[in-house]
């Protein structure tokens, strides 16, 4: 029996409910639909690979040591654990580095939380491919709205992490539609999403990118997924948690806008936002590099000739890479590795050992970096200068305005493929990666998504 009468819920949570109770059986948009296909492929490549990396193999050695019900699949291993224990495991290797996807206007990571928590309720549930795309494109929506309904106007003015509200709300969100749940068990959903929302935003001091890979995928996974699965078990709540004394805004918000929660949905797709990386490395640094590159390409811009390397990006941001402890989110190491090597790779950016290297620190010590008012306001978002004086006087400079894999500049399907490969490959060989992704690209028609156990188990 609920705790409250009905008519205590707001029409805006109403609306609320009513959509995610729906959304697992609603078709998507064909474009919707391929693009949700490029984010999951994008998300089981980082979460395959993030299991043989720092963050990915603790977290599969702690849940080795929970009991418990066969129920989703342990990603990169032979097991098959409980559903909670899964969707937090796998969720943490997929951030277990800077592979997984983003979502600018959202600020957080979605696919990293969403898209492992989706699957284990899935497999849960024995879910059909077409319902597990759909719940993944809803956990975007409802991670996305969450966080923009704070009302943070830039990340340094937020005093909760976005990174893992807006995973716990998404997850909460996917699992509840997979579970079939009428819209009253969707508002105690998100009720019990409401008391398991927590962050806070100094993530960025994590050395080891194991925390960080809780912060911004594991605990919003399992958090997510354990609501829905006690509301399963007939576990009751609060039916409105966003009005009334002590509610969610009144603990989160800066600047409450609740109406954004409900904003065009069922036509603003988030996932359409979201960004694929083509680089492994933090989001900020992403134009950069991609103006490394140019400079070292049309320029021949080399460690013997670049005599000083000028970085501009948005000053918003630029704490949270600037001479970063973690290889893969260090402005200056990877913008030097870069010079010295010709390119960064996936195995050169997770190798500590190279900020350390005597070749790549000479040509740090002549980098500097410069934050910009003027590239945090500017369209689209996250653009990058870098400007290099060579040894014959010249100074060449490229300013990287839309960065590669986002919105405006997507990646194709060969080229989000192919990097899907190159990070599963050396785990499960190259034909289980290609029969990855040749699965995922015939998700829609997959009668159980069981049937990727397979292709996801060592």
């Given amino acids: 029996m609920s705790v409250q009468s009905d008519s205590a819920v707001t029409p805006m949570t109403r609306a609320l409910s009513e959509y995610i109770a729906t959304a697992a059986t609603t078709p998507l948009p064909p474009a919707v639909a391929e693009k949700t296909q490029h ?3 994008d998300s089981l490549a980082a979460i395959v690979s993030g299991s043989r990396l720092r963050a990915g193999e603790r977290a599969i050695a702690y849940v080795k040591r929970l009991a418990g019900a066969a129920e989703a699949t342990l990603i990169g291993t032979s097991l098959v654990v409980p559903v909670e224990s899964a969707a937090l495991a796998n969720a943490m290797a997929g951030h277990a580095d800077e592979t997984d996807d983003s979502h600018l206007r959202g600020r957080y990571h979605p696919g990293c939380g969403i ?5 284990a309720v899935a497999e849960f549930a024995d879910r ?3 319902d597990f795309m759909r719940a993944v494109a809803l956990g975007y929506d409802i991670g996305t709205r969450f966080n923009m309904s704070l009302g943070y106007p830039n990340p340094n003015a937020a005093t909760h992490s976005t990174h893992t509200i807006g995973v716990n709300f998404g997850a909460a969100a996917a699992a509840a539609a997979l579970l079939r749940f009428d819209p009253q068990k969707v508002r105690y959903v998100l009720s019990y999403a409401v008391q398991q929302a927590s962050g806070c935003p100094y993530w960025y001091r994590d050395s080891d990118h194991v925390e960080k890979a809780f912060d911004f995928g594991g605990m919003g996974a399992r958090n997510g997924v354990a609501g829905a699965m006690m509301v399963a078990a007939g576990m009751t709540g609060v039916e409105e948690p966003f009005t009334g004394q002590g509610n969610f805004f009144d603990g989160f918000a800066l600047k409450a806008n609740p109406a954004m929660l409900i904003e065009e949905l069922s036509s603003r797709f988030e996932i359409m936002e979201a960004s694929i990386k083509k680089w492994c490395v933090g989001s900020p640094i992403q134009s950069v590099l991609d103006a490394t590159q140019a400079l070292i390409d049309e320029h021949g811009v080399r460690a013997d000739n670049a005599k000083r390397i000028v970085i501009t990006m948005p000053d918003d941001r630029m704490h949270i890479v600037n001479n970063g402890a973690m290889p893969d989110v260090c402005v200056q190491h990877l913008v030097a590795m870069a010079i010295v090597d010709g ?6 950016v997770h190798d500590h050992d190279r900020m350390r290297d005597p070749a790549v620190q000479a040509v740090r010590r002549h980098v500097e970096l410069i934050g910009s008012a ?9 653009q990058g200068i870098v400007e290099a004086t060579l040894a014959d006087g010249r100074t060449v400079r490229h300013h990287a305005v839309a960065v590669r894999g986002t919105p405006d500049n997507p990646m194709t399907t060969k080229e989000i493929e192919a990097k899907a490969i190159d990070l599963t490959a050396p785990i499960f060989g190259e034909a289980k990666a290609k029969g990855l992704v040749k699965a995922i690209d015939n998700l829609a028609a997959l009668r159980s998504v069981r049937e990727l156990r397979p292709l996801l188990q060592a």
């Fill in 374 to 382: 003027e590239l945090t306001s500017a369209k689209p978002a996250r």
């Fill in 128 to 130: 059909s491919g077409a």
């Fill in 115 to 119: 898209v492992p928590a989706a699957l």
């Fill in 343 to 348: 390119s960064v790779t996936f195995a050169s």
């Fill in 39 to 41: 984010h999951i492929l």
